[in-house]
């Protein structure tokens, strides 16, 4: 068990129809098309969606992050890869805005 398991708690939320939209807080998230943050970007998708407890069981047999995250992304489901996506694309979308923005200056 976790050391500090009798001192947190996470609960669900009742109602099962609303969605939530997280907001992390912090630095950004990682791009997963920039090849200089991948390892990165790797390392903080598999903390944020793969169980675990340990490091090594982030990366398994994995010799690095990428290679980890390429065996998790093969057994994970649709779900958790369609939310991976949708982190990448809000990426984009601001890159689409700033791309507008510069073009009507």
């Not at 998230?29 to 793969?50: S, T």
């Not at 090594?56 to 390429?70: I, K, S, T, Y």
Request: proline fraction near 8%; include cysteine; charged fraction near 35%.
């Amino acid at each position: 068990m976790h050391p500090d398991y009798l001192r947190k708690v996470q609960r669900s939320r009742k109602n099962p129809c609303k969605h939530f939209v997280p907001v992390p807080i912090g630095p950004a998230i990682p791009r997963r098309d920039r090849a200089e943050l991948y390892a990165k970007y790797a390392r903080l998708m598999l903390i944020l969606f793969k169980p675990w407890r340990k490091e090594a069981d982030l990366r398994g047999d994995a010799a690095d992050w990428p290679e980890a995250l390429d065996n998790f992304l093969k057994l994970c489901t649709e779900e958790t890869r369609k939310v991976m996506n949708n982190m990448q694309i809000l990426h984009e979308c601001k890159d689409s805005k700033d791309s507008r923005y510069r073009m009507r200056r």
